[in-house]
C-alpha cells in the first residue's frame, strides 16, 4: 500500500477544452464557495441551539468537538464510497486503487474539518444566531469543494482522477447545456432553431450508413508497464467493391487530446501491410489488431490515460434533390434525400418555393455538414452534381463537364477557402444557381443527382487504467 | 296469446321484406345514377396501376379502361401523362401528354321484371365499354437515368378524357299557375333548373323564369373548342314567344359560366288572358374534361 497514493497522468497542464464555458478553474472554485457559502449562511440563520444550553469549558469543548470529527470522518467516507463507485463500476478493481485514496483524504478532512469547526462552535463565546450562520456556510463551501473536485478540477491527484474517471458525465452535463443552448437560436427565429425545418440537413432514408464499422476494446489494463490493447474491428460492407480502413493509435490524456503515437501491432485477418482491406459482402467480417506502447521507464502503481485509435476510411454518399419544375401547383419546399446517414452530409437547398418556372433563375446553395462528430472529413476526392438537360447550373469553383459540375480533389483547408465555412457546426455552403431551361405548365419531378466520395477519420477512444502490480 | 305471437310474426315479415327491398331499391339507384363517362386503368402485368412499383428501366404499357354510361354514343380524346421530367423517360408531361381519340358506344338499357313476392321493374344499364391503350405507336415507356434512391420515387399518371355535349332540356311551362315546371332532360354533366313566376298584366302576363344550371360531377366544363374553362353555350327559346334574358343585370350574351352560382332571368310578355302551355328550350353546348390521377412508385435501386 506504500505507493497508493502515488499516481501517474500524462498531462497535468490545463488545455482550453478543460475550461468550461471559458473561465478558468480557479474562478469556479471562487464562484463555487461564495454561492455555496451565501445558500449554506441563508440556510443556517434560521436554526438556532437548543433554549439552555450553556457555554462549555475547552475540555467539554474538545470533547464535543472530537464527537464531531468522528461524525464529519463517517460522512467524508460515506462521499468518498459514493464518489467511487462510479469510477469502479466503469474501470473495475483497477479504480479501488484509486478509490481507497479517496477514502483516505476524505475521512480524515472530513473529521478534521468537522472538528474545527465544531471546536468553534462550543468554545467561541458569539451569538447563537450568528454561530449556526457560520456553521452552514462553511458546510456550503465544503460541497462547493466537492463539486469543485469533481466537475471542474482539472489538475493534482484527485482533480485528475476525478477529471479521468468522471469524464463521461461531464460530458453529458456537457451535451446536456449545449443541447439547450441551441434553443437560443428560436430567440432570433435562427435556422438553427431546433423547431425549424433543418432545410440544408437531408432526410436519410437509411438511418445507417450501409457501410459500418465498430470497434470494441478489451483488454484495456496495463500490466508489466505494457499498454497492450486489443482492438476489435467489426466492418459490414455490403456495396462497394472493397474498402481499405487504415487504423492509427495514439496515446492521449483524455478522449480529446493525443499525445503520442503508439505502435500498431498484429492485424490480423483482411490486413495489408498497415491497413486493412474489406471485400464486398453481405456478411460481418471481424479482425483486431493491438495498439501497443511498453511504459519502460516506468514504476507507478497507477496510471490512467485513453487509448485513442482513429480509422480512416472513405465514403462515397449518393444523394438526390427531387425539385419540380414547372408552374403549378405550389409545392413548397423540398429537402435533398440522402440513401444512407454519412457522416458528412451533401445538401441542396433553396429558399424559393417550388416548381420552379421556366425560364427563370433561381439561387441555391450546395452544403456539406458535418453529422457525426465522432468523425472528421479529411479529403473531399469528388462531388458532383448531376443537372437533367432542362437545368442549367453553376456553382462557384465547381467545374463544369457536360450537364454535371464536379468539384474533385479538394483538402479541408482549401475548402475551408472556398466556401462559406462556420466551424461550430462544420459547415461549408457553396452558392449556386440555376436557370431552367423549358418546363411544362403542369410541375414535373426533376430529381438533381448527387454523388459524393470524401475520406474520413472516425475516433474511438479507450480509458485505461494500470493494475496494482 | 295466439294474436300476440301472429303480431310478433307480421312485424318480422314486415322487418325483412323492408330490408330486401330496400337492398333492392339501393341497387336499381346505384345503376340508374351513373352516368356520363367513367374510367380506370388497366390491371394486367406489364402495365401501370393506382399503386405499382416499378422499377428503373422496367418497360411497361398503360391501358384505360372506359365506359360510357350516356345512352348515346360518346367521341372525343383521350390524354395521358406523367409528372416525372421527359428526361427521365416515362410518359410525356407535357400540356395534356399524349392524347389519342376514341369513339365508344352508347349503353344499353334494358328493363328487368322480376317476378314473385318482390316483382318489381327495373332498368338495367350496360355501359359501353372501350380500352385504349398507351403508347399507340407500339413501343413502351420506361425510365431511366433518375438518381438511384432506397426508397422508390412518387409519381402520379394523370388521364384526362374530353368530349362534347350537346343537350337540349325542355318543360312546359303553363299560363297563368302556380305549378312549377319540370324540366326533362337526359342524363348529362349540366342539369338544368328553372323556376317560374307569374305576373298579371292589362290583357295578358308577364313570365319571369329563372334558370339554373347544376354540375353533376367532379368534371371540367369548358367551351366546346375547350378554349374556356367553366363557359357553356347557352341557347333558351320560349316557343313562339320572344323571350329576353339577363345574367347579373347584364344582357345575356349566350354563355354562362358554371363556375359561379349565376342565374340566367329570362322574361317574355303574353299578350292575351287565355291559359296555356309554352315549350321552354334550352339547348346546351360544352366541352367536358374528366381527369383523374393514379399514384405509381418508381424504385430506382436493386435490394
Redesign the interface.
Known amino acids: 500500500m506504500a505507493g497508493l497514493t502515488e499516481l501517474v497522468f500524462t498531462s497535468g497542464t490545463l488545455n482550453p477544452s478543460q475550461y468550461y464555458w471559458g473561465i478558468n478553474p480557479i474562478v469556479w472554485l471562487i464562484i463555487l464557495l461564495g454561492v455555496c457559502g451565501i445558500i449554506g449562511a441563508m440556510l443556517g440563520k434560521d436554526f438556532k441551539r437548543e433554549p439552555g444550553e450553556k457555554q462549555l469549558t475547552i475540555g467539554q469543548s474538545l470533547k464535543s468537538a472530537a464527537a464531531t470529527g468522528v461524525m464529519g470522518a463517517v460522512i467524508g467516507l460515506i462521499i468518498a464510497i459514493l464518489l467511487s463507485i462510479f469510477p469502479i463500476v466503469r474501470f473495475g478493481f483497477p479504480a479501488l486503487y484509486g478509490s481507497l485514496m479517496f477514502f483516505i483524504i476524505f475521512t480524515i478532512v472530513g473529521f478534521a474539518g468537522f472538528f474545527v469547526v465544531g471546536f468553534l462552535y462550543f468554545i467561541v463565546p458569539i451569538p447563537e444566531q450568528l454561530k449556526m450562520t457560520i456553521v452552514w456556510g462553511i458546510a456550503g463551501m465544503a460541497l462547493g469543494v466537492l463539486l469543485w473536485v469533481i466537475f471542474i478540477a482539472q489538475t493534482g491527484p484527485v482533480g485528475s482522477y476525478m477529471s479521468f474517471a468522471y469524464a463521461p458525465v461531464r460530458e453529458k452535463i456537457n451535451s446536456f447545456f449545449d443541447s439547450l443552448s441551441k434553443f437560443e437560436a428560436c430567440f432570433y427565429a435562427s435556422p438553427k432553431c431546433p423547431f425549424f425545418i433543418q432545410w440544408d440537413e437531408p432526410t436519410r432514408?437509411?438511418p445507417l450508413e450501409l457501410f459500418n464499422a465498430d470497434l470494441q476494446f478489451s483488454e484495456t489494463q496495463v500490466v508489466s508497464n505494457n499498454i497492450n490493447v486489443l482492438a476489435s474491428l467489426t466492418v459490414k460492407n455490403p456495396e462497394l467493391a472493397q474498402i481499405e480502413l487504415i487504423p492509427t493509435c495514439y496515446l492521449g490524456s483524455s478522449p480529446h487530446v493525443k499525445d503520442e503515437q503508439i505502435d500498431i501491432k498484429n492485424l490480423g485477418k483482411y490486413s495489408i501491410g498497415n491497413k486493412f482491406v474489406f471485400p464486398l459482402t453481405a456478411d460481418e467480417l471481424h479482425t483486431s489488431f493491438r495498439c501497443s506502447r511498453e511504459l519502460s521507464d516506468f514504476t507507478k502503481n497507477v496510471y490512467i490515460g485513453y487509448v485513442i485509435v482513429e480509422l480512416k476510411r472513405p465514403v462515397i454518399l449518393?444523394?438526390?434533390w427531387?425539385i419540380?419544375?414547372g408552374t403549378e401547383p405550389n409545392m413548397g419546399r423540398t429537402k435533398t434525400?440522402m440513401?444512407?446517414n454519412a457522416p458528412y452530409s451533401v445538401a441542396l437547398t433553396a429558399d424559393s418555393d417550388m416548381p420552379f418556372e421556366e425560364g427563370k433563375t433561381y439561387d441555391f446553395a450546395v452544403v456539406i455538414k458535418r453529422i457525426d462528430e465522432n468523425t472528421n472529413m479529411t479529403f473531399l476526392k469528388e462531388l458532383r452534381i448531376?443537372f437533367?438537360?432542362?437545368i442549367l447550373a453553376e456553382c462557384e469553383n465547381f467545374e463544369v463537364d457536360g450537364q454535371d459540375l464536379v468539384l474533385s480533389n479538394i483538402d479541408m483547408s482549401v475548402l475551408k477557402n472556398i466556401t462559406q465555412y462556420t466551424a461550430n457546426d462544420e459547415r461549408y455552403s457553396i452558392a449556386c444557381s440555376m436557370q431552367i431551361k423549358d418546363a411544362?405548365?403542369?410541375?414535373?419531378?426533376?430529381?438533381?443527382?448527387?454523388d459524393a466520395s470524401y475520406d474520413v477519420v472516425t475516433q474511438y477512444e479507450t480509458p485505461i487504467l494500470k493494475a496494482h502490480g | 296469446m295466439k294474436i300476440k305471437s301472429n303480431f310478433f310474426i307480421i312485424v318480422g315479415i314486415c322487418i325483412v321484406l323492408a330490408f330486401v327491398s330496400a337492398a333492392d331499391m339501393s341497387c336499381n339507384q346505384s345503376n340508374a345514377a351513373k352516368s356520363g363517362l367513367d374510367f380506370l386503368l388497366v390491371s394486367r402485368p406489364g402495365f401501370i396501376n393506382s399503386g405499382s412499383l416499378i422499377s428503373q428501366g422496367d418497360i411497361f404499357n398503360v391501358g384505360v379502361h372506359l365506359e360510357n354510361y350516356d345512352s348515346k354514343e360518346r367521341s372525343g380524346m383521350i390524354c395521358l401523362?406523367?409528372?416525372?421530367?421527359?428526361?427521365?423517360g416515362g410518359i410525356s408531361?407535357?400540356?395534356l401528354g399524349e392524347c389519342q381519340s376514341f369513339v365508344i358506344r352508347a349503353a344499353e338499357r334494358t328493363d328487368v321484371k322480376k317476378t314473385g313476392i318482390l316483382s318489381s321493374s327495373s332498368s338495367q344499364v350496360n355501359p359501353g365499354i372501350l380500352e385504349v391503350f398507351f403508347p399507340s405507336s407500339g413501343q413502351e415507356y420506361s425510365y431511366y437515368?433518375?438518381?438511384?434512391?432506397?426508397?422508390p420515387?412518387t409519381?402520379n399518371l394523370?388521364v384526362t378524357v374530353q368530349y362534347n355535349e350537346i343537350t337540349d332540356a325542355s318543360a312546359t311551362i303553363t299560363v297563368p299557375g302556380q305549378d312549377q315546371p319540370v324540366m326533362a332532360q337526359e342524363p348529362a354533366m349540366l342539369q338544368v333548373g328553372v323556376v317560374k313566376e307569374i305576373h298579371p298584366r292589362e290583357n295578358g302576363y308577364l313570365v319571369d323564369l329563372a334558370i339554373t344550371l347544376t354540375k353533376q360531377a367532379n368534371a371540367g366544363i369548358y367551351t366546346p373548342d375547350l378554349s374556356r374553362e367553366n363557359i357553356t353555350q347557352m341557347n333558351i327559346n320560349l316557343i313562339p314567344l320572344s323571350i329576353g334574358c339577363s345574367v347579373l343585370g347584364k344582357p345575356f350574351d349566350g354563355t354562362m359560366d358554371v363556375s359561379k352560382t349565376a342565374t340566367v332571368k329570362c322574361s317574355a310578355i303574353i299578350n292575351n288572358n287565355q291559359a296555356q302551355g309554352f315549350p321552354l328550350v334550352v339547348s346546351l353546348a360544352y366541352g367536358v374534361q374528366i381527369q383523374k390521377s393514379f399514384g405509381f412508385n418508381i424504385k430506382t435501386?436493386q435490394t
Open positions: 432514408e437509411n449518393k444523394a438526390s427531387p419540380y419544375i434525400i440513401s444512407f448531376e437533367p438537360d432542362s411544362p405548365q403542369r410541375a414535373v419531378l426533376t430529381p438533381i443527382k448527387i | 401523362r406523367d409528372d416525372v421530367e421527359d428526361g427521365f408531361s407535357g400540356s437515368g433518375m438518381p438511384e434512391m432506397l426508397n420515387y409519381a394523370y435501386k
